[in-house]
């Protein structure tokens, strides 16, 4: 029987997108370049703040589906950097994109959004990051993207 692996939760990060997206419209689809404008994140004994120009590379693939590259420098108020880099998928029915497009407010049940996440820092208080593969699960309200992240043991 295959083991299902346990999550333990380690971080909240939330992003707020500022100017609108560069788009280019390439041979796998239209890339969306979405750049923080500002953003924070908080574990158990940390908190701190995502550095603006962290952003998310967006690709929409021909089938609707949204393949997400989102590369964050985060700093600890103390001024210890984490690198995070994070590879995902964010698939909704196109009337609850445009809707999240429009700034509405969507229920996270009625899209999917997941990423997987590595990160990096020489920060004594952060080097378990280091050390684990991380899920994010994710969140859109308007220009602001909240993800919780979990360790998986």
């Given amino acids: 029987m295959p083991m299902t692996p346990p999550l333990a939760h380690r971080l909240r990060i939330s992003a707020e997108f500022g100017v609108p997206p560069v788009m280019v419209d390439g041979p796998n689809g239209v890339r969306r370049i979405l ?52 590879q995902g998928l964010f698939i909704a029915p196109p009337e609850v994109t445009s809707r999240l497009r429009n700034k509405a407010s969507v229920s996270n049940s009625e899209y999917y959004f997941r990423t997987s996440i590595l990160f990096e820092t020489a920060d004594e208080r952060l080097r378990h990051l280091n050390r684990f593969l991380h899920i994010g699960i994710g969140q859109r309200t308007g220009n602001v993207m909240t993800t919780d992240v979990y360790a998986v043991l």
Avoid: H
């Fill in 35 to 86: 750049q923080v404008a500002s953003g924070n994140f908080e574990t158990a004994d940390v908190k701190g703040t995502v550095a603006a120009g962290s952003g998310d590379w967006v690709l929409e693939r021909r089938d609707g589906s949204m393949e997400l590259d989102i590369r964050f420098t985060l700093t600890s108020t103390d001024g210890c950097p984490v690198y995070m880099r994070s």
